[in-house]
């Protein structure tokens, strides 16, 4: 069982940076993934970034958001983050950080892969 909590969600203006937080807890996290998704009003669930809690700490980005968000984690806190620079309105969305395991050399950005979720934090862009 894992358990996620995000945080870090808010108003913000447009140019700006963020940093959200996934708080996890659980069983061997090492072998886990930690995703990042996000879901707009009206839009599907979509898988921005995911990252290795292993050794190796590969990490992995949605090609929409390549150069902007990155990912990281703390592996003594439990921690992953998401920073996301240069904040467009079009970032607006409720995100999620989402938690599975994959098979050695493979990985996705697809939710329907990842079983365990957090409640999500709010995201707002805006002048």
């Known amino acids: 069982q894992v358990q996620l909590v995000e945080s870090g969600g808010g108003l913000l203006q447009p140019g700006g940076s963020l940093r959200l937080s996934c708080a996890a807890s659980?069983?061997?996290?090492?072998?886990?993934?930690i995703g990042w998704f996000r879901q707009a009003p009206g839009k599907e669930r979509e898988g921005v970034s995911c990252i290795s809690l292993g050794r190796d700490g590969s990490t992995y980005y949605a090609d929409s958001v390549s150069g902007r968000f990155t990912i990281s984690k703390d592996a003594a806190k439990k921690m992953v983050y998401l920073q996301i620079d240069n904040l467009k309105p079009e970032d607006t969305a409720y995100y999620y950080c989402?938690?599975?395991?994959?098979?050695?050399?493979?990985?996705?950005?697809?939710?329907?892969?990842?079983?365990?979720w957090g409640q999500g934090t709010q995201v707002t862009v805006s002048s």
């Open positions: 989402a938690a599975t395991i994959f098979l050695p050399g493979t990985w996705s950005l697809e939710f329907g892969d990842y079983g365990y």
């Open positions: 659980g069983y061997t996290l090492d072998d886990y993934f």
